[in-house]
């Protein structure tokens, strides 16, 4: 079927780490299943990087929707870096 993704800006100040939440990030399909809604990273962000909140430093490719509804993946800024911006697919 088909699937509504809607998403905002998160704004993380540089070296600080911010939640990737539903009010991020939500994909909709009209089913109750959001474990089954995953999410692959095939262009990661350039200053930073999307990992497990329990996992930190350690990259991650993929995750589910319920990961997002969980509160447990993040986007680390790279301390080194300063950037108005970063994006990632």
Same mark, same amino acid.
């Given at each position: 079927? !088909?699937? /509504?993704?809607?998403?905002k800006?998160?704004?993380?100040p ?6 990737i939440?539903t009010d991020?990030?939500?994909a909709?399909?009209?089913t !109750?299943?959001?474990e089954?809604?995953l ?10 990087q999307i990992?497990?909140?329990r ?6 490719t993929s995750?589910s929707?319920?990961d997002v /509804?969980r509160q447990?993946?993040?986007?680390v800024?790279?301390?080194k870096?300063v /950037?108005?911006e !970063?994006t990632?697919?």
């Amino acid at each position: 079927g !088909d699937i /509504a993704v809607f998403i905002k800006p998160l704004t993380v100040p540089k070296g600080n780490q911010g939640y990737i939440t539903t009010d991020v990030l939500l994909a909709l399909d009209g089913t !109750d299943k959001p474990e089954e809604l995953l999410y692959v990273i095939t262009s990661p962000p350039q200053y930073g990087q999307i990992e497990y909140v329990r996992y930190p430093g350690i990259p991650i490719t993929s995750f589910s929707q319920m990961d997002v /509804a969980r509160q447990i993946v993040c986007y680390v800024h790279n301390k080194k870096v300063v /950037a108005p911006e !970063d994006t990632f697919r």
